[in-house]
C-alpha cells in the first residue's frame, strides 16, 4: 500500500526540511507578531511577490508574472578624477558598479537553491505547492536593456580626440544643460567646475573641427571625418536659442580664412624672389585651390553652406591683404605698376576669368583689391617717379646726342636718337590707361610736360649748333648729315606729342602747342640750313640771270638746274615732312632768284621787243625749274604761276589786260604790294599816269575788299623782296604832253640810274653789268 505523503502545510505534520537557518523558513523569527496562517491567500501573495522581486526575469521594473518592482536610483556622473583612475587600468573601491535594474547593486537570488540539497521528490513537491500555478505564456524572454550613462568629461574628450565630433557635441550639449539646471535632482553638482568644463570641451571640439578642414582643403579627395564636422555645424544650428558664441557657422568661416591665410602663407614665406615671382606663386596656389574646393569640397558640403562662395571670398581677402602689404613698401616704378596692374587686370583675366572656375564666380560682388585711397596713393607715387626720372634720362639723352655732333660722320650715319627719347616714355603712356582712364591722363600730361621742356632744350641745343657751324665751308657734307639727323627727329616727336595730347585733356592743347612751337623752330632751322647750302652753291649761277649776257645764254639755268639735281640724294634722306617743306622752301627761294632781279629793276626794257625777249627767257627757265621742282614733289604748285604772270603785265599793251593780270597775280600772291607792281611798270617803261593810276587803282580796290579775295597761294613770297629805291612819279597828265617830252623824260630817267649805278656801287669780281 502506497505512503501518502504528508501535507506540508498541516499544522499537526512537521516539516522534514530545516530551514536555512535552522528554522521553518515560512515561520517569522521569535519576537515578531504572530502572521496570518500559510494557507491564506494575503500569504501566499505577499510570498510571490517576494519571489517575483528576485526573478531573472525582471525588465522594466515589472515582471512577467505582472507584479511591479521597486523604483529605479538613478546613478550621478563620474568625475573627471574616476575617469582618470579608469584610465590607468584601475577599479574604484567598492568593487565594479553594476547596470541598471531593480534593486541595483544587489546579486540577484537563483530559484536553484530551492531545488538543492536536502530533499528529493517530496520536498520538490511541497515547493510547487507553494506556487500558484500560472498559464504558460510564450512570450520570448529578452535580456534587459542598459541605460545609457552620462559620460565624465575626459570621456567627451576622448571622443573628441578619435574624432567622433558629432557624438561628442552631443555630450556637451547634455553637460550644458546639467550646467544649466536641467539634470535630475539628487544630482551632485558643482556649476562652476562643470561651466568650465563645458568651455574647455567646446575649445577642444572646435580645434579638432578646424583642423579637419584645414585637411580637407589639403587633401584631393573628400575626407572621411568632414561629415563629422558638418554634423555638429548642423547640431549646434538645431538648437534653441541664439546662437552666441557658440555659434559654428559663424566659426567655420573663420576657420576657413584662417586655413586659406595660412595656406598662401606657407608659399610665401621664407622664399626670395621678386614681386612678379611671389604673384605667380599666390596665382598658382590659388587656382589649384579652388579647383579643388569644386571638384571635392562642393560635393561633400550641403548647399546652404555656400562653401565655393566662402573659400574665395577667402581667398579674395588674403590676396587683398598681401597686395596692400606690398603696397606699402619702398617700391620701384615697376613694381608700382605691377600691384595697380594685378588690382585692375591681371587678377580678373587670370583668375577670374580661368574656365575652370569661372562659371561659379560673380566679379561683381567682389570688392577691388586695393581700397581707392591705397591706388591714388600708388598712381600718384607712380607719377611722381616717372617725372623724376623722364627728366633726368631725356637730359642725359640730350647731352650724349650733344657730344656725338661734334664726332665726324659719314653720309649713311643715321642717328635713332628720337627712338631712345620716345621710350623713355613711350611704355608709361601706353601702359598707364590699361590702369584706369583718370591714370592715364594723369600719365599723359605728366609725360607731355617733361616732353615740352626737353623740346625746348633740344631747340635751345640746335640753335647753338647752328651758330658754331656758320662759315664752316670745309665740313659741308658732315653738317648736312647732322642737319638730317636733327630734323629727321622733329616728324616723330611731333607725333608722339600729338598722342599724348590727346590723351592728356587736362593742359593737353596748351603743352601741345610749346611742343610743336619748340619742333617748328627745328624744323626751321634744319630747313634754312639745308637751303642755304643748296642756294650758295648755285649763288654764281643766280648772279646771271637778267645780266648783259643773260638773253644769250643758258649757263645760268643748267647750273641752276645741275645743282639741283645733286643735291635731291642729300634731301631725300629727310623724313617725308621735313623733305616737303625744304622742297617747298627751296623751290620759293630758287624762284626768288628769278624774279627778285625783274622786281628790283635789274633790267630795264622800254622797247616792246626787248620786253618780249625777256619775257619770253624767263618762262623758258621757269619751266625748266619747274620740271626740275616737279621731279622733287614739291608741293608749292602756285610758284609756276608767278614768272607767267610778271611777264603777261610786263609784255601787255591794254590797260584793261593788264588790269586783270595785276588781280590774277594778287590772287595767288597777297603780299604782292603796289611798291612791286610801280617798280614793275618801271622796267617796262610805262610812265603814262593815267595808265599806272588805273593799274595801281587794282592793288587799291583789293586791299580794300582783302576780306572777299580768295587766297589760293602761299603767303610770304614778295614780302621777301625787298624795293632798294622809290619811283617818284609828277602828278601831272601827261595825256597833253608831246612824245618828245616823253622820251626826254624817259631818257633822263635811264641816265640818272646809269649815273647811280657807277658812283654808288662797284662790280664785284665775276659779276656781270646787268643793265641791257
Known sequence: ??????NPFDEDTPLDRPSPEGGNPFQEDEGEGKRDPMGSDAKRRGTLEKIAGLSPFWKGGKSLLGVRGAPEKRRGRRKSEDVSLLSLGRKKEGGEEEGGGPGGGVKRLSFLW????????????????????????????????????????????????????????????????ECDGDSSPGTLKSPGRQAKDVTLLYEALMKEMWAVVDESLNNKGKHLKLDEVIGVIQQEEAREGPPGTKNMRANWVKAVGRSVEQRL????????????????????????????????????????????????????RRISDWLSAAAQRNLETNDIYFILDWNSNIYCRDVLSRPEISSLINPSDLEPLLSSETRKMLEQQYVSLVQQRASQRLEEELKLEQERWKQEFKNDDLSNFSGRVIQIMKPHVDRAPLINEEFGMMMADTCLSCFSDFLHSFHKTVEQFYSEQNGLADTTDAFICRVI???????????????????????????????????????????????????HDMK???????????????????????????SSNALRKLSQGPYQATVSELHRKVMLELVRPLIQGKLSCTATKTRRKVASKLREESRQLGQMFSKLESPQSTLEQVIPRLTEILTLEDTASIQ????????????????????????????????????????????????????????????????????????????????????????LSRRGRVTTSQTGSVLRPGEEDTQL
Open 1 to 6: 500500500m502506497p505512503v501518502t505523503a504528508p
Open 114 to 177: 530551492l531545488g538543492g540539497g536536502g530533499g528529493g521528490a517530496g520536498n520538490r513537491s511541497r515547493r510547487e505547492s507553494m506556487v500558484e500555478v500560472l498559464p504558460e505564456r510564450n512570450e520570448v524572454i529578452r535580456e534587459p536593456e542598459k541605460t545609457r550613462e552620462p559620460l565624465s568629461v575626459l570621456e567627451i574628450l576622448h571622443l573628441i580626440q578619435h574624432r567622433e565630433l558629432r557624438s561628442a557635441d552631443q555630450h556637451i550639449i547634455e553637460l550644458e544643460a
Open 265 to 316: 602663407k606657407s608659399n610665401l614665406e621664407g622664399k626670395m624672389g621678386s614681386l612678379p615671382s611671389q604673384a605667380t606663386r599666390v596665382k598658382r596656389v590659388v587656382l589649384e585651390d579652388l579647383t579643388t574646393i569644386k571638384n571635392y569640397l562642393v560635393c561633400s558640403y550641403p548647399r546652404d553652406f555656400e562653401v565655393f562662395r566662402i573659400y574665395h571670398s577667402a581667398y579674395h
Open 485 to 535: 639727323n636733327i630734323v629727321n627727329c622733329c616728324p616723330t616727336f611731333r607725333e608722339f606729342a600729338s598722342r599724348m595730347a590727346q590723351l592728356a585733356k587736362t593742359h593737353g592743347a596748351e603743352l601741345l602747342h610749346e611742343s610743336e612751337g619748340s619742333l617748328d623752330g627745328i624744323t626751321g632751322l634744319g630747313t634754312q640750313g639745308m637751303c642755304d647750302l643748296v642756294l
Open 540 to 566: 654764281p649761277f643766280s648772279r646771271k640771270v637778267l645780266g648783259r649776257r643773260w638773253l644769250n645764254s643758258s649757263d645760268a639755268c643748267d647750273g641752276m638746274t645741275s645743282i639741283l639735281a645733286d
Open 660 to 747: 586783270m593780270e595785276v588781280a590774277m597775280l594778287v590772287s595767288d600772291f597777297p603780299d604782292f604790294r603796289k611798291r612791286h607792281l610801280s617798280s614793275l611798270l618801271d622796267v617796262r617803261g610805262l610812265w603814262d599816269p593815267s595808265a599806272r593810276q588805273q593799274i595801281l587803282g587794282v592793288l587799291h580796290d583789293l586791299e580794300s575788299a582783302d576780306c572777299l579775295l580768295p587766297c589760293r597761294g602761299t603767303p610770304g613770297f614778295f614780302s621777301d623782296i625787298a624795293i632798294t629805291r622809290d619811283t617818284h612819279c609828277i602828278n601831272v597828265s601827261f595825256s597833253r604832253a608831246s612824245q618828245f617830252g616823253r622820251r626826254t623824260l624817259s631818257h
